[in-house]
T-cell receptor, first 113, second 114 residues
Framework: DGGITQSPKYLFRKEGQNVTLSCEQN?????MYWYRQDPGQGLRLIYY???????QKGDIAEGYSVSREKKESFPLTVTSAQKNPTAFYLC????????????FGSGTRLTVV | AQSVAQPEDQVNVAEGNPLTVKCTYS??????LFWYVQYPNRGLQFLLK??????LVKGSYGFEAEFNKSQTSFHLKKPSALVSDSALYFC????????????FGTGTLLAVQP
């Protein structure tokens, strides 16, 4: 079945460490997105990519980095510069067609220990 | 700029009663509107969308939404609520233009009491 897979489901990070969250899709979607969700809050866009080897900052890109070397993959690195990284991270993908919605992964919960 | 608003942080309804989760939007041009549901510690799941045509859109799990152009609203409805409908609901509008991103509302927590 086609879908979008995020791993790991739970991730623990020590202070000062970089960690990378994986997002893989086999839907042949052009665009991919990373969102951050904090308890009781909505979704905030971190980065998005509409095509391979190109990506744009979202609303809260500071302390995060991404790459898009393959159409299927859009990993997110949470760097030590991100001062409050504990959150639920969601990856999504979509065709670049206005009538098309997003398909979401099941999320990664990152906790700083 | 495109935007979407969900005026209620939480909606409480008794099981078996009808439910409505409100959404209003602001767009230039034709709106492409979406509803998603999120269960705890899960990703968002697509419920339904309005692109064009009939103002009443039917979706998954017995949900429907009514598009009202004059009131710029796209309210989510269900005739008879279930306890299992308790979740976080997000309304979204397609941004259009070069980016085509979805703009999400802040979410409404639906609590259905037995």
């Amino acid at each position: 079945d086609g879908g979008i897979t995020q791993s790991p489901k739970y991730l623990f990070r020590k202070e000062g460490q970089n960690v990378t969250l994986s997002c893989e899709q086999n839907l042949n979607h052009d665009a991919m997105y990373w969102y951050r969700q904090d308890p009781g809050q909505g979704l905030r866009l971190i980065y998005y990519s509409q095509i391979v080897n190109d990506f744009q900052k979202g609303d809260i890109a500071e302390g995060y980095s991404v790459s898009r070397e393959k159409k299927e993959s859009f990993p997110l690195t949470v760097t030590s510069a991100q001062k409050n990284p504990t959150a639920f991270y969601l990856c999504a993908s979509s065709m670049s067609i206005p009538t098309y919605g997003y398909t979401f992964g099941s999320g990664t919960r990152l906790t700083v220990v | 700029a495109q935007s979407v608003a969900q005026p209620e942080d939480q909606v409480n309804v008794a099981e078996g009663n009808p439910l409505t989760v409100k959404c209003t939007y602001s767009v230039s041009g034709n709106p492409y509107l979406f509803w998603y549901v999120q269960y705890p510690n899960r990703g968002l799941q697509f419920l339904l969308k309005y692109i064009t045509g009939d103002n009443l859109v039917k979706g998954s799990y017995g949900f429907e939404a009514e598009f009202n152009k004059s009131q710029t609203s796209f309210h989510l409805k269900k005739p008879s609520a279930l306890v299992s409908d308790s979740a976080l609901y997000f309304c979204a509008v397609r941004e259009g233009g070069a980016t085509n991103k979805l703009i999400f509302g802040t979410g409404t927590l639906l609590a259905v009491q037995p």
